[in-house]
């Protein structure tokens, strides 16, 4: 079953999120696994949700395009919830 993300960005801001956006939403749309994602402010921190066929692809995905492209300082912190269903339009 599909696996859900939820990313904090601590002193990620929407300008920085809209930045690294443009160059990885037409990427993570054509990713291997790749379902659902969201990005919103949280309380505190920048949060981003997603949702992922596995992990490995997700882990994947992260490591090779997201991860290498974001500004300095950036260090997000991903937890992972296993999911039961998933409805689909």
């Not at 997603?50 to 974001?70: G, M, N, R, T, Y």
């Amino acid at each position: 079953m599909a696996i859900l993300i939820t990313t904090k960005v601590k002193g990620q801001t929407p300008g920085g999120y809209d930045q690294v956006a443009a160059f990885l939403h037409p990427l993570i749309k054509q990713a291997d696994g790749f379902i659902m994602h969201m990005a919103y402010q949280g309380d505190e921190d920048w949060m981003v949700t997603e949702i992922w066929d596995s992990k490995e692809h997700a882990d994947q995905f992260f490591s090779e395009k997201v991860a290498p492209s974001l500004p300095k300082g950036i260090v997000p912190k991903r937890s992972y919830l296993q999911l039961h269903s998933l409805v689909t339009a």
